[in-house]
Structure formats: C-alpha cells, structure tokens
C-alpha cells in the first residue's frame, strides 16, 4: 500500500516560516506530479504548488515568492517551505502524490495568528 505521511505543519505567527514534509512510502509507479493542496475555513480545496517528475514547479499567485516546493527523489519526500505567512494561509495542508493512482495525505494544521 502507499502511504503519504505529512509533518511540520502547527501554530506561528504573521511573518513567520513553516516547513512542511510529505514522505511516501510503498510500491509507486509513474509518478507524474507532487503537490500541495491547502483547504481553509468554508473554502474550497486549493492547488497551492506543484512539482513535476521533471522538476518544474508551479505556484498559486497568493504564494508566489514566499512558498517554494522542492523534492527529494532518494527520499520519496516532497517538501514545502513557507516563509512571510499571512493570516489567510491558514488552511489544513494535504500532500498529493499523482501517478498512475492518485494519493492524498492525511492533511497538517497550519494557523497563523495575526
């Protein structure tokens, strides 16, 4: 089975950095993208970055310049730094991991107090 194991989201104030980690394990095949998805309060679920087998990485606007996915491919790890956090990026965080399948973390808590 595959498993999406997320870490590091929690509470920080306006200004501040996060560092999210999604390690996946099991039996992989083909995998295409790996992202991350953000969902806040009475909001719909959010493409927030991408990254391609490839390596190219795509962000939404409101995050352009303070967030920056990266990959560990020796770890099956995707990561998502996030520095200057604004109260609007409070959101539960979920890991996507595309491949032939497609695989969701559990979701990490990320609140950032004003």
């Known amino acids: 089975q595959v498993q999406l194991v997320e870490s590091g989201g929690g509470l920080v104030q306006a200004g501040g950095s996060l560092r999210l980690s999604c390690e996946a394990s099991g039996r992989i095949f083909s995998i295409n993208a790996m992202a991350w998805y953000r969902q806040g309060p009475g909001q719909e679920r959010e493409l927030v970055a991408s990254i391609t087998s490839g390596g190219s990485t795509n962000y939404v606007d409101s995050v352009k310049g303070r967030f920056t996915i990266s990959r560990d491919n020796a770890k099956n790890t995707v990561y998502l730094q996030m520095n200057s956090l604004k109260p609007e990026d409070t959101a539960v965080y979920y890991c996507?991991?595309?491949?032939?399948?497609?695989?969701w973390g559990q979701g990490t808590q990320v609140t950032v107090s004003s």
């Open positions: 996507f991991l595309g491949a032939i399948f497609d695989y």
